[in-house]
């Protein structure tokens, strides 16, 4: 059975470094989280800053579910909670409550009142297709539009070169639906590659005639 | 000179709080010495507590238990942070 999907629309954010030579439209502030509480907002990087952002343009009732995905996720923090238990030191109480994968979706939900279902995925490079799959999900069970973020934030020193990264902290967000927007077709399996925000960012932007993942996506034009 | 010693301190548990909870908006001037630190006031919740109480560890060498009720005492304020720092420190 083909899958019908729409993107109703979207946003991205970039660091700003990367903002200087990536100009896709639809961008949000390169200096993210003005709109979150400055209590919930000290927990978040910049990367998880711009995903509650994108989160609340593209769902501003606070009324679709919400599926967030990151390959890495908070590896900065994740790094230094390692380091201190290696000196033998205790790690942060915050920095442990922060450590969880869906800990942005938590806050998002605080700080929207958000009361319906959230997701968050890891998917070893498959997240775009993961993403796809989960909103096609909740579609079908009802629900006439579901919010899909993919966000990485940037990588530490240590990790760089030993795994796949896009190079800069980066944040795509897609509202999906059964039938309002640009029509997602499949042509025929991808190429396996592992798509990154930036990457999904120029498929939307029209930048690249097909996203390849798991599938081979198409998007109709505007 | 005891006056200038209580001053240093509370300036010192002002950056503490600060730096140790992150919060990026808020200056020492904004943190009045008498007002509640969690709920109302200055806003910390249970994390905050756990992260505060580790931060007095490191710095002051002074050990809590997170179940005494003393220990809320010891959070109710600015004020009652510098009394048991005063008291207790032991670096």
């Known amino acids: ?222 | 000179m005891t006056e200038t010693c209580n001053q240093a301190l509370e300036l010192e548990l002002k950056r503490l709080i600060i730096d140790a909870l992150e919060l990026e908006d808020i200056t020492p001037a904004d943190i009045d010495p008498s007002a509640p630190l969690f709920g109302e006031g200055l806003g910390l919740d249970s994390i905050d507590a756990l992260e505060l109480g580790l931060a007095l560890q490191k710095q002051y060498g002074i050990k809590l238990d997170s179940e005494a009720d003393e220990t809320r005492r010891h959070f109710e304020s600015l004020a009652a942070l510098q009394a048991l720092v005063e008291a207790r420190r032991v670096n």
């Not at chain 1, 800053?49 to 009324?63: M, S």
């Not at chain 1, 775009?128 to 973020?149: C, Q």
């Open chain 1, 1 to 222: 059975m083909p899958l019908s999907l729409f993107i109703e629309d979207w946003r991205g954010w970039l660091a700003e470094k990367a903002a200087a030579t990536v100009k896709p439209s639809r961008l949000i502030s390169a200096q993210p989280g003005g709109e979150l509480p400055a209590m919930l907002r000290r927990r978040l990087d910049d990367a998880g800053r711009a995903t509650c952002d994108i989160l609340r343009e593209l769902d501003p009732k606070a009324d679709a579910p919400l599926v967030h995905a990151s390959r890495h996720g908070d590896t900065t923090h994740t790094l230094a909670m390692l380091e201190s238990l290696q000196r033998g030191e205790p790690i942060s109480p915050t920095r442990f409550s922060m450590s969880v994968h869906n800990a942005i979706l938590g806050v998002h939900s605080i700080a929207r009142s958000h009361h319906r279902p959230l997701q968050a995925l890891g998917a070893c490079g498959d997240e775009f297709d993961a993403l796809i799959y989960e909103s096609h999900g909740y579609l079908m069970a009802g629900y006439p539009s579901v919010v899909a973020v993919f966000s990485e934030s940037s990588l530490p020193a240590a990790y760089q070169g030993v795994t796949e990264h896009p190079g800069t902290a980066c944040v795509v967000g897609m509202r999906f639906t059964l039938n309002q927007g640009r029509a997602i077709t499949v042509s025929k399996p991808g190429q396996g590659t592992s798509p990154t925000p930036i990457n999904v960012l120029n498929w939307l932007n029209g930048e690249t005639a097909f996203l390849d993942g798991r599938q081979r996506w198409h998007l109709e034009q505007e």
